[in-house]
């Protein structure tokens, strides 16, 4: 059973528009929720983090909201570059900084 | 600074035979674990541990095993490859109290 699930598989978006890439989880002893940026042939790459006492974290294009009741965060990336073009993982953490990854959504920004 | 390095990045198995994927961070990093990614599944976790001496098993361990001798080196041992072992294998640290963990550049393992 998929603790954390990204729905979407894929999402396009024209560049300087906003990308919303979004997760939904089942787990609600989540304390972190993360998202990583993976290109191909590279590992995963920290983006940015939300505390499940925080409902927004910003840090300059990139911004990730939290809903605790309904269980469902999301990202945004505001404008949309075609550098952005990448798999996003949502992450939760669990004991002992264990992480439970979703199956991804590519982004394809395009110029 | 190295961050986390893994050894070999490509590897060709064939089945029965056994192999270590090795992993090295260099941040002094309490917490290292293995993940592996296979198409429409995202990362799922292997092992895991939590200091020197000290390792538990994630969401699928089975035909795995490792060892954490060091704070530097976590490897992952394929006892019997297994064809449903081709996958791509990430290996993972993270700090007492961080959020983030960093990750190696993966090692691709096809399992013939």
């Known amino acids: 059973d998929q603790q954390v699930k990204q729905n979407s598989p894929s999402l396009s978006v024209q560049e300087g528009r906003i990308s919303i890439l979004n997760c939904d989880y089942t787990?609600?002893?989540?304390?972190?929720f993360l998202w990583y940026k993976k290109y191909p042939a590279e590992g995963p790459t920290f983006l940015i983090s939300?505390?499940?006492?925080?409902d927004k974290n910003e840090d300059g294009r990139f911004t990730v909201f939290l809903n605790k009741s309904a269980k469902h965060l999301s990202l945004h990336i505001v404008p949309s570059q075609p550098g952005d073009s990448a798999v996003y993982f949502c992450?939760?953490?669990?004991?002992?900084?264990?992480?439970?990854f979703g199956a991804g959504t590519i982004l394809r920004v395009k110029s | 600074n190295a961050g986390v390095t893994q050894t070999p990045k490509f590897q060709v198995l064939k089945t029965g035979q056994s192999m270590t994927l090795q992993c090295a961070q260099d941040m002094n990093h309490e917490y290292m674990s293995w993940y592996r990614q296979d198409p429409g599944m995202g990362l799922r976790l292997i092992h895991y541990s939590v200091g020197a001496g000290i390792t538990d098993q994630g969401e699928v361990p089975n035909g795995y095993n490792v060892s954490r001798s060091t704070t530097e080196d976590f490897p992952l041992r394929l006892l019997s490859a297994a064809p449903s072992q081709t996958s791509v294998y990430f290996c993972?640290?993270?700090?007492?109290?961080?959020?983030?963990?960093?990750f190696g550049q993966g090692t691709r393992l096809t399992v013939v």
């Open positions: 787990n609600s002893m989540f304390d972190y």
């Open positions: 993972a640290s993270s700090p007492r109290g961080g959020t983030e963990a960093f």
């Open positions: 992450a939760a953490r669990s004991i002992g900084n264990k992480l439970v």
């Open positions: 939300i505390s499940s006492i925080k």
